[in-house]
Structures are given as C-alpha cells and as structure tokens.
C-alpha cells in the first residue's frame, strides 16, 4: 500500500523560510509528476508547483521566485523549498504524486504558518 508522508511545515516569520518533503513509502512505479498543492481556510486547493519526472518544473504566479520544487527519483521524493514567505502563504499543503499506470496519491497534508 502507498503512503506519501510528508514533512517540514510548522511556524515561521514573515521572510523566512521552510523546506517540505514528501517520500513514497511502499511499491510505487511509473512516477510522471511530482506536485504540491495547498488550501488556505475558506479557499480552494490550488496547485503551487508541479514538476515532471524529467525536471521540469512550473510554479503559480503568487510563488514564482520564491519556491522552488525538486525531485529525488530514487527516493521517490519531492521537496518544496519556500523562501521569503509570506503570511498569504499560509496554509496546509499537500503533495501528489501522478503515476502512469495506478493513479494519483496525495499526502495527509502538512500545516505551514507564516505569522509574527
């Protein structure tokens, strides 16, 4: 059985800085793209960056050159690397995994705060 487990979220400043992680545990295959999502209180989930199993990556507008998404293939991993946040960033994030052959997986979701 699959399982994403995701750490990395917690309190911190307005300007500072948080790295996420998200590992695969269990039998996963054919991983195309890695992504992370969040969803602030009252608002939709959106998605924040995504990146393809070649390491390609895209961002939402309201991160662009703040985050930054990376993958370790052989650790079925990905990271989120969040600097300059901002308390607009708060929110509880979520990654996914897509496979091209069993569907996608989502993480239980980790909880970012951004406050003085």
């Known amino acids: 059985q699959v399982q994403l487990v995701e750490s990395g979220g917690g309190l911190v400043q307005p300007g500072g800085s948080l790295r996420l992680s998200c590992a695969a545990s269990g039998s996963i295959f054919s991983i195309d793209a890695m992504d992370w999502y969040r969803q602030a209180p009252g608002k939709e989930r959106e998605l924040v960056a995504t990146i393809t199993s070649g390491g390609s990556a895209n961002y939402a507008d309201s991160v662009k050159g703040r985050f930054t998404i990376s993958r370790d293939n052989a650790k079925n991993t990905v990271y989120l690397q969040m600097n300059s946040l901002k308390p607009e960033d708060t929110a509880v994030y979520y990654c996914?995994?897509?496979?091209?052959?069993?569907?996608?997986?989502w993480g239980q979701g980790t909880q970012v705060t951004v406050s003085s």
């Open positions: 996914k995994f897509d496979t091209r052959w069993t569907g996608d997986y």
